[in-house]
Nanobody, 125 residues
């Protein structure tokens, strides 16, 4: 069974950068699509970005396009979310998600069966 561990979240000032990491174990990543979701207090879980199993297809929410970059390193069993120009509205718990699909989806959390535990990102001065 695939297991995911999220890390990298912390307190950062507006305009700053963070890189979130998702460490996967249990299966080779080659056949898994990944996504990053986030959930702020009192709000629904939101899909931020996703990457297909091949890495050839990537999607971003409009709110993060041009600021966030998703990537994967199958050899290291890692998926990353580089976040630049962070804003207070990016504050949320961020979750890595995965499932055995070729294509990814950032719209439906039910598309993914495997989830990390979440990592808190707080953007505040």
């Amino acid at each position: 069974q695939l297991q995911l561990v999220d890390s990298g979240g912390e307190l950062v000032q507006p305009g700053g950068s963070l890189r979130l990491s998702c460490a996967a174990s249990g299966f080779p990543l080659d056949y898994y699509a990944f996504a990053w979701f986030r959930q702020a207090p009192g709000k629904e879980r939101e899909g931020v970005s996703c990457i297909s199993s091949s890495g050839g297809s990537i999607e971003y929410a409009d709110s993060v396009k041009g600021r966030f970059t998703i990537s994967r390193d199958n050899a290291k069993n890692m998926v990353y979310l580089q976040m630049n120009s962070l804003k207070p509205e990016d504050t949320a718990v961020y979750y890595c998600a995965a499932d055995a699909h070729d294509e990814c989806s950032r719209y439906y959390s039910t598309y993914y069966d495997y989830w990390g535990q979440g990592t808190q990102v707080t953007v505040s001065s």
